[in-house]
Every structure is written in C-alpha cells, then in structure tokens.
C-alpha cells in the first residue's frame, strides 16, 4: 500500500525564516502535488510537478522533485504570517486518485 | 473560488440515520472525487466517478455509495450513521478521465456531525 510521509507534521516558525517540509512516498509516481488548506476552508491547489527534477515557483514557496529518492520538497523563503496553513503532498499511484500526506501544519509567529 | 459546489455546508444528523451529500464540478469537468477528511485519518480517497461511470474506488464502506448523474453533478449517501462518520466530506473534480497532471480542484466540503 503506498504510504505518503511528511515531516515535520507541525512547524512553528518566526517569520523571516527560511525552512522545509519534506514529502517522502513509497512507490513510484511520476508526478506530486502540493496543496494549501487554511483552517475549515477546502483545499487550494499550489504546485503540480510531473518530472524528476522539477522545480516551481510561486512567491516565497519552491517546491521541488526528486523521483528517484521519491522525495519532494516545499522551501519557505522568509515566512510571513499569511503562509500560516496546512499543506498537504500528494502522489498519484494509479491514474484515479491521489494519495495524499497527513498534512504539515505551519504557523508563522510575527 | 474553485467552481465546485457542495452542499450542503453542515449537516448534523443523528446515529443510524442516512444522509446524501450533492456535488456540482466545475464546468466541463467530467471527473468527480470524494474524499473524507479526519483528525486521525486524514484525507482518505473514496470514490472516483468518470462521465457517470465509476472509475476507481478507495476505502468507501459499504454503508456508503455514490453516483454521478447525466448533468455530472454528484452525490454521496451515507447510510447507518455512526459516530465515527463524523468528518469534512469533500468533492473535487477534474477535466481528465484520471488525475495524472491534472491538479483536482476541491470545493469547500460538507462538515458532517453525527450524533
């Protein structure tokens, strides 16, 4: 069964900090997704990254792609207090369906 | 705004009893998902529909069934409630017959409270 592991689960951070959540899956998937859920709202699409390699930005998140070591990554750069949600990866192990992580919670302290 | 509607918003019913979630996708997307979210576990697929057929199915109890009509719109029934069916129920859909590539667009879910 593929197993979506994202660490840390709960991050506090200072804003103006930089920092990584770390996205690992177990089986091979050529694409992942990043995703923003804020508190009680639905999920927000951020990145979709579909080869090894692959590198997006948007503002002061980056969000990368190893598929050989099946490992994604999201950088904050110079967190502010608007970054504060929860993200969520995701793999597609089968055409169907994503697989999602249990979700990073971010709060960025002034 | 994501263009996928659900409704309703809140819904609290009690044990035992049954209920039906409805979906509208987006416009011209022929995919839709539901996913149930929980605190202890997550964000479990349940079931995919493609242009009124099913596609794939995740960890959907058999009290639980969905259908996806002519028009695309959605709906998820959930029957023999009980409590730990408590949970955002969320629909998104997609244009592609899979999600490869495709990000899935959520709308803002169904906060289910069974009591």
């Known amino acids: 069964e593929l197993k979506v592991e994202q660490n840390p689960l709960f991050l506090s951070m200072q804003e103006g900090k930089n920092y990584t959540i770390y996205c690992n899956y177990s089986t091979t998937s050529d694409r992942l997704y990043w995703y923003r859920q804020d508190p009680g709202k639905s999920l927000e699409s951020l990145f979709v990254l579909l080869s090894n390699g692959a590198v997006k930005q948007e503002g002061r998140l980056m969000a990368s792609l190893d598929t050989k070591a099946r490992l994604s990554t999201l950088h904050i750069t110079a967190a502010v207090h608007d970054l504060s949600a929860t993200y969520f990866c995701?793999?597609?192990?089968?055409?169907?369906?994503?697989?999602f992580g249990k979700g990073t919670k971010l709060t960025v302290n002034p | 705004d994501s263009g996928v509607t659900q409704t309703p918003k809140h819904l609290i019913t009690a044990t035992g009893q049954r209920v039906t979630l409805r979906c509208s996708p987006r416009?011209?997307?022929?995919?839709v998902y539901w996913y149930q979210q929980s605190l202890d576990q997550g964000l479990q697929f349940l079931i995919q529909?493609?242009?009124?057929?099913?596609?794939a199915k995740g960890n959907i109890l058999e009290r639980f069934s969905a259908q996806q009509f002519p028009d695309l719109h959605s709906e998820l029934n959930l029957s023999s409630l009980e409590l730990g069916d408590s949970a955002l129920y969320f629909c998104?859909?997609?244009?592609?017959?899979?999600?490869?590539?495709?990000?899935?667009?959520f709308g803002n879910g169904t906060r289910l409270t069974v009591t």
């Open positions: 995701a793999v597609t192990p089968v055409a169907e369906k994503l697989v």
């Open positions: 529909y493609y242009n009124g057929e099913e596609r």
């Open positions: 416009s011209g997307d022929l995919s």
């Open positions: 998104a859909s997609s244009a592609r017959q899979g999600a490869l590539g495709s990000p899935l667009h």
